[in-house]
């Protein structure tokens, strides 16, 4: 059988079903269906009546039939779907009976393309008797690491794979809130990878439901948080999901096991040279880990990073830019309003040309222990400072006090994974409540890695110059401050007072 390939517009979901070689309905032709769902059929349709009777079944849509060419009508958000050639048609075979482990028809695998997540393609089908669907998400990582994916999956033996781009959500509905809630991970972390996960792992759930899987499966280590953040977003989403982790099954210990596994399964080894570091990348930041970086001691070498100039070869002259902000989430720069990815990307590029925004730490791994990472987050850095600084002139002291406090809360939340826990989203209502005043704009100077802030207005403003001058004013009378100071250092008198037995 050819290889039928479909790929969606941004309104449209593509099906592609297999059919006979030689079909007076499928002859030589590629059915594109602009279609809710993703859906493959491993065995022949007698007739373009079946075809239209099952997909019809399944979403009461309507069918029309042109010469071949099979078009439903939807508004829905695009998949871009790669169904097998005749080497992945081999999977309905391989996977009738039950694998090693036990059988599971169907399973989601986050699918990124290295050498892990190629080699769990086979694992999975060899052990739970399985076809395997890889998704993709595309959280702004770079086009480099989407580049091939296609041909990489039906190498490794997928019958599907599922591409979605999540920037846009990504950003509005995972960093945005964070930002609001002024969300820092034990005082330096922006929580990059740590948003990403739950926007990445719901959309796996969805994807599971639209291709009738009963089971997901991540490439994550049993050392990690990421195994963590995956699992309790399937678990709030879709309890009846089974979720595989191979790592913390298989008897694959490192890559050169990896390598072997997949010379055994024919699968193609990536030919790319292995980084001597630990990386995720996404519109937010860029996490560095491993090799010297495993000694806290060890200075992080120059060339490892690679969003950001080293602040000493940054420009010599400082830049400005001015953020707009409209009840605690930015929406322009330097005057144009862009969309939430668009205005990430801008500051990421501004940020990183000054060398803005590396963060070197130790932290406490959600699972006990500690490591270290060097994390790189330029434009993310220069919308926390406007933000917080822009709460200066707009929330009041006992406000200021309960946010940062509830702000570390957050944080430890969304470390941890619990991202959909009723307990963020209720403090999430509660900052977004208490920052619908947070409107206004804010001036920063970037050079050479530091970002100062230079000025701040706000219609919302509570700051008075009538009230704060040093000159009198008739709404603050000084001689006022006489009679609340001896209130207020009361206790303070009193307990001096009784140690001098008075």
């Not at 309905?92 to 769990?120: C, E, F, Q």
């Not at 330029?378 to 702000?407: H, M, W």
Request: glycine share 8%; net charge neutral; charged share 25%.
């Amino acid at each position: 059988m050819s290889q039928l390939k479909t790929i969606s517009s941004s309104s449209s979901i593509n099906l592609a079903c297999y059919g006979p070689k030689r079909s007076k309905f499928f002859s030589s032709q590629c059915i594109q269906m602009l279609y809710p769902d993703n859906l493959s059929c491993s065995r022949k349709l007698s007739s373009f009546q079946e075809l239209s009777g099952r997909a019809s079944l399944l979403h009461g849509h309507a069918i029309v039939s042109n010469n071949g060419s099979i078009t439903v009508a939807s508004n829905n958000q695009g998949i871009q779907a790669v169904l097998s050639s005749d080497r992945e048609m081999e999977v309905s075979t391989a996977t009738k009976g039950a694998g090693l482990r036990g059988k599971l028809n169907k399973v989601v695998l986050a699918y990124s393309g290295g050498l892990d997540t190629s080699v769990i393609v086979p694992w999975l089908r060899e052990n739970y008797g399985c076809e395997v669907v890889c998704f993709t998400a595309d959280v702004g990582q770079g086009i480099k690491e989407l580049n091939g994916l296609e041909e990489k999956a039906k190498a490794s033996g997928a019958c599907q794979l599922v591409v979605k781009d999540l920037k846009e959500e990504f950003v509005r509905d995972y960093i945005f809130p964070c930002l609001r809630a002024g969300a820092i991970y034990e005082r330096k972390y922006l929580l990059g990878t740590s948003m990403a996960r739950p926007v990445i792992a719901k959309a796996m759930v969805d994807v599971a439901r639209e291709v009738g899987a009963d089971a997901v499966s991540h490439g994550c280590t049993g050392k990690g948080n990421d195994q963590v953040r995956f699992e309790l977003t399937f678990f709030a989403l879709n309890p009846e999901l089974n979720v595989v982790a191979p790592w913390r099954e298989w008897d694959i210990t490192g890559r050169e096991d990896a390598i072997e596994y997949a010379k055994k399964h024919n699968v193609p080894v990536p030919v790319t040279k292995k980084s001597i570091y630990s990386r995720d990348r996404n519109l937010w930041h860029l996490s560095h880990e491993g090799d010297i970086l495993e000694d806290p001691a060890n200075e992080p070498k120059k060339d490892m990073y690679m969003m950001s100039v080293d602040p000493e070869d940054a420009p010599d002259q400082p830049e400005y830019v001015e953020i707009g902000i409209v009840s605690g989430i930015p929406v322009s720069v330097n005057g144009k309003n862009l969309s939430p990815a668009s205005l990430l990307a801008e500051l990421n590029e501004i940020g990183g040309r000054h060398g803005i925004g590396r963060i070197d730490m130790v932290e406490n791994r959600l699972v006990g222990m500690k490591s270290r990472g060097v994390y790189e987050t330029p434009g993310g850095t220069i919308l926390f400072n406007a933000v917080r600084e822009l709460e200066s002139l707009t929330l009041d002291r006992e406000t200021i006090q309960v946010k940062d406090s509830l702000a570390l809360k957050y944080a430890e939340l969304v470390y941890a994974g619990r991202w959909f826990d009723p307990l963020r989203e209720s403090m999430d209502a509660f900052m977004e409540k208490i920052t619908e005043t947070t409107t206004g704009s804010v001036n920063l100077k970037l050079y050479k890695g530091s970002v100062s802030v230079t000025g701040r207005t706000s219609p919302q403003s509570l700051y008075r110059a009538d009230i704060s001058s040093f000159e009198s004013g008739d709404i603050y009378d000084q001689a006022d401050a006489a009679g609340f100071i001896r209130l207020y250092g009361l206790p303070m008198r009193v307990r001096a007072m009784h140690e001098k037995g008075i």
